[in-house]
């Protein structure tokens, strides 16, 4: 009898540790990672990153929404947006990109009910004092360093000068600001002219219409006066499909979007037509683009990075949190798995580093550069 009771026992015991496996395996992919994006109006390919995160692991594991494309106004939605994914007890981790104004109180909101979240912020338009105490992992390009890039690649493609379209909401950011004086400086260095024109801020009056609108109009202008050797660089997403156009029409030198990427901008430009299954093959789209350029007689005078840095921060690092929530690295920040999801996805070598400011490190605020190409 005592055997048969401590068989019975051995049973039940198999039978109990089965369930708490199988039950822990469900716990384990009962998971979901929510991302906050642009709408293909502001920045399609951002866009489209959360889109190919969604096709990879399926509704029942990613949430995808937008913030408005006149965010400025309407930061509420923004907050509102991330509540409503971080209010859903499967999401373990946010990816926001780009991190549009609204995204730091939204944080602040998300925090007052889940604490346990993996926070990860792509391209902040926030200031590092403000956003790296709140987000695990700040992404951004490294827009001090472009002070520095942007000039000597123009004068690499020929030009002579460098005209900066900006606003004064872009010129409130720390980072864009203090690159706009070093890429003044560095042009001083270089022998290059430096114009710094104002051009209607999309989440204005005008809208992203009007804005576009006086980018196309502008070129031409700026070229007819200080000649095609003229590099444009302008510091928004939306403004880049006109630049693009209006300096192929008219000859001009393109040293990169403000987000480099081979996607961002160029294919509707040229009016490429880029397929699903098309939108993350980087050889293609660049060997396309330089068969555009070549036909349209600009070879050698538009550049950008060989990798499309928003949709990285995107893919890549919803690739970081999936690997964080089951369980294969416990710190919110792991510097060589984070650089190895973005090299892994880019292709290339990814130059990272914390960024400083005024001899302030910022940990978790990281900062990317990548080399050139030229179509």
Not at 173 to 186: A, Q, V
Request: proline content about 6%.
């Amino acid at each position: 009898m005592n055997h048969f009771r401590k068989n019975i026992l051995l049973v039940l015991t198999v039978v109990l540790l089965l369930s708490v496996m199988a039950f822990s395996a469900l716990g384990q992919d009962n998971w979901k990672i929510g991302i906050l994006t642009s709408t293909v109006t502001q920045n399609e390919e951002e866009f489209r990153a959360a889109q190919h995160v969604l096709a990879k692991y399926g509704p029942e594991h990613v949430i995808v929404m937008t913030y408005p494309d006149k965010f400025m106004d309407e930061q509420e939605t923004t907050i509102a947006n991330m509540v409503s994914m971080a209010s859903d007890p499967d999401v373990k981790a946010l990816i926001i990109c780009q991190a549009v104004p609204g995204t730091s109180p939204g944080i602040d909101s998300v925090k007052e009910i889940r604490d346990d979240l993996l926070i990860i912020v792509g391209t902040p338009h926030d200031d590092p004092p403000v956003i790296s105490p709140r987000a695990d992992i700040v992404l951004a390009m490294d827009d001090v360093g472009m002070g520095y890039t942007i000039p000597v690649q123009a004068q690499k493609l020929g030009a002579r000068t460098l005209v900066h379209y900006s606003f004064p909401r872009h010129m409130a950011f720390l980072t864009l600001s203090t690159r706009r004086d070093i890429m003044k400086e560095e042009c001083a260095r270089l022998g290059l002219d430096f114009v710094e024109a104002d051009s209607p801020d999309p989440t204005g009056d005008a809208g992203i219409t009007g804005s576009q609108q006086f980018i196309l109009e502008d070129v031409p202008r700026m070229v007819e006066k200080y000649g095609k050797d003229t590099c444009f660089f302008s510091t928004n997403c939306s403004q880049q499909i006109p630049l693009i156009s209006a300096i192929v029409s008219t000859g001009a030198l393109y040293a990169q979007p403000c987000c480099p990427s081979p996607y961002h901008g160029f294919p509707s430009a040229l009016g490429i037509e880029v397929s699903e299954d098309k939108m993350g093959d980087l050889p293609w789209i660049i060997e396309e683009i330089t068969k555009v350029m070549a036909e349209k007689g600009v070879s050698g005078r538009l550049s950008t990075w060989p990798a499309p840095v928003a949709m990285m921060f995107i893919e890549a690092g919803a690739e970081y949190a999936k690997d964080w929530i089951q369980g294969k690295f416990t710190e919110k920040m792991n510097i060589p798995v984070l650089l190895e999801k973005l090299s892994d996805y880019a292709g290339v070598d990814i130059d990272l580093k914390a960024f400083e400011h005024e001899g302030v490190t910022y940990d978790n605020f990281l900062v990317v550069l990548l080399d050139y190409i030229t179509f």
